[in-house]
């Protein structure tokens, strides 16, 4: 036999047993096809299977798992870390290279190792016959690294039917009897977008006052929440709440709780090397100004810098005024170029790494982008975070023939603002047409290492923010003429098929008209009575709507109507 010959019959008997991926669609069923994975049938739900020695963050999402499982079905799985139970099917979890039973399906050519191997938060959801010796068949969700096995997790709980908003909007579950698997293999790739997150911020009094209430400030109680929801929505990044708050000193858990979880840490544009603006306040003397005091600071952000050097973290560099204000006008380029030089030599020092080791960015917030276009640069490595003007209005991009940075571009956005001419925080004003424009641009400028977006209280925001990550994983989904088809699987997803188109059309109304003029911005003279019918128009308009909004709350199953409420009537 030919070697040619003997290679394609390897290759045709490693068929049934090495699957190509494709891409996730909905795999989970009501109802049995026939062939299908029974994950849980007649109160018998099938057992999970975690390698005791896999990721912490990968037990704690497994252990949400199974509870989510208990949520739908009325009964939780058995866990199992480590010891194979007897059952003839189960549910194996596990990261490549920290999980032994994902490790051998690979070895025995059961998994496509080439899938996962070398990838950036990819997972693989698939079914296997014959897994272990004494096991039938099996669900097997596979990470390529950490956060991909977690994301496999979450998605399939999603498609069982737990929102990522069943806690931060009060989505119902629904219950199943029968949940199945339909056989394929299944994956959402890898992110286009490396770091994807959200920025709690202007969070005072709404955000600060129930945290305060309901955990006792921003603490690791408040923040698991924030970081579960996180990655739910396949995000891993986050600025956190900074409005007199201190992430990493009030709760000296929070840093580790991110760190196990699978969140990266970053400070936001004003507060370099991870300290908390609050904590120059506390700890600090003398004045925020380099030039006079570099002693001072230089020890603050080393002490910050010490803290995190075992953590995830995107670093920030630079520096702006006291209080994130802007700095002197005696402030030159020279000096700023050597604040970036120094905070660089201490994250080296610190980390006992090259300082290019280090994910940093440099925001080109506000003023600071004045410096960069008067010629101000940071090393290739740092990327340069790019930003809108606070109203979600892009302010710069890289040019289309620009040299590619090592360190790339990223976008800092807005769907909350707290600045002049006045604030806006109240209501969702983010319309998605609006968003998936910007970042669509943004995207095909080839900004694509960090996305962050200012989230304000994180209520009211609940579906921009899911539309910003979905789109930071995959912008290529989208286009001008799907967004509603986003908008309506959202709704769908939260309040169920019958009353999904609706709700996304009344979503769609209240930004539209919530835009025209920010609620915060309205007065006695913003519509003209004597114009065009133009106040009129405008308070027909609303009227309707509400109209509308009442009537299918109306409508809705009773456990539905607080989401509804949050999501939809409310804003």
């Known amino acids: 036999m030919s070697i040619i010959r003997k290679n394609l019959v390897i290759a045709c008997l490693l068929l049934p047993v090495i699957s190509f991926a494709q891409t996730s669609g909905q ?23 975690v390698d005791s020695l896999d990721y912490a963050g990968v037990l704690r999402a497994s252990h949400n798992l199974k509870e989510d499982i208990g949520r739908v079905t009325g009964k939780q799985p ?63 969700i596979a990470g390529s690294d950490k956060r991909g096995t977690i994301y496999g997790i979450y998605e399939l709980s999603n ?35 490396k770091y994807r997150g959200i920025f709690l911020n202007d969070e005072a009094p709404a955000l600060s ?35 007199g708050n201190a992430f990493y000193d009030d709760d000296p858990a929070n840093g580790p709780l991110a760190d196990e979880m699978g969140i990266i840490i970053g400070t936001s544009h004003h507060e370099p090397l991870g300290r908390a603006h609050d904590e120059w306040r506390r700890y600090g003397s003398g004045k925020w100004d380099y030039s006079v005091n570099p002693k001072v600071l230089t020890d603050f952000w080393t002490s910050g810098m010490e803290r995190i050097k075992n953590w995830e973290s995107v670093v920030t560099i630079g520096m702006r005024g006291d209080g994130d204000e802007a700095m002197s006008q005696s402030t030159n380029i020279a000096l700023l170029e050597k604040i970036v030089k120094d905070q660089r030599t201490i994250i080296s020092k610190i980390t006992k790494k090259k300082a290019t080791e280090t994910p940093q960015i440099w925001a080109l917030y506000k003023e600071v982008q004045d410096y960069y276009d008067k010629g101000m640069r940071v090393p290739d490595d740092v990327t340069l975070l790019l930003c809108d003007d606070n109203w979600g209005n892009v302010r710069k991009l890289p040019e289309l023939t620009a040299k590619p940075r090592k360190g790339g571009y990223g976008m800092y956005y807005h769907f909350d603002y707290v600045g002049g001419p006045r604030n806006y925080k109240w209501l969702n004003v ?24 200012n989230v304000g209280d994180l209520k009211p925001m609940e579906y921009p923010i899911q539309f910003f990550l979905d789109m930071a994983w995959n912008p290529d989904r989208y286009n001008e003429n799907n967004l509603l088809q986003h908008t309506e699987e959202f709704c769908t997803r939260q309040f169920g098929e019958a009353y999904g188109k609706e709700a996304a059309r009344l979503i769609n109304l209240y930004t539209k008209y919530n835009r025209r003029v920010t609620p915060e911005l309205l007065n006695e003279n913003t519509y003209s009575l004597h114009n065009y019918d133009e106040f009129k128009t405008v308070t027909d308009d609303y009227k309707a709507l509400l109209l509308d909004a009442l009537k299918l709350n109306y409508l809705l199953p009773q456990e539905a109507r607080d989401a509804y409420d949050q999501l939809v009537l409310f804003p």
Do not use: C
């Open 27 to 49: 795999f989970v069923s009501y109802e049995n096809t026939g062939n299908a994975f029974v994950l849980t049938q007649a109160s018998v739900t099938v057992p999970m299977l």
């Open 78 to 140: 058995g866990y199992y870390l480590s010891a194979i139970p007897h059952d003839k099917q189960v549910v194996i979890i596990g990261t490549v290279g920290r999980s032994s039973f994902i490790d051998r399906l690979i070895k025995e050519n059961k998994l496509n190792g080439k899938e996962l191997t070398g990838k950036h938060e990819k997972h693989i959801i698939t079914i296997i016959e014959n897994p272990i010796e004494g096991i039938d068949k099996a669900l097997v």
């Open 159 to 193: 498609q069982i039917g737990v929102s990522p908003w069943y806690y931060w909007a009060d989505v119902p579950v629904k219950k199943q009897a029968n949940l199945y698997i339909i056989p394929g293999t299944y994956t959402d790739g890898e992110p286009a977008v």
């Open 209 to 243: 006052g129930w945290s305060s209430e309901t955990f006792g400030g921003f603490n690791s109680k408040f923040y698991e929440k924030v970081f579960e929801l996180i990655l739910r929505l396949k995000g891993n990044f986050i600025w956190p709440a900074m409005w």
């Open 430 to 453: 983010s319309q998605v047409q609006r968003i998936w424009e910007q970042m669509n641009l943004t995207y095909r400028y080839g900004v694509k290492e960090l996305w962050v977006v």
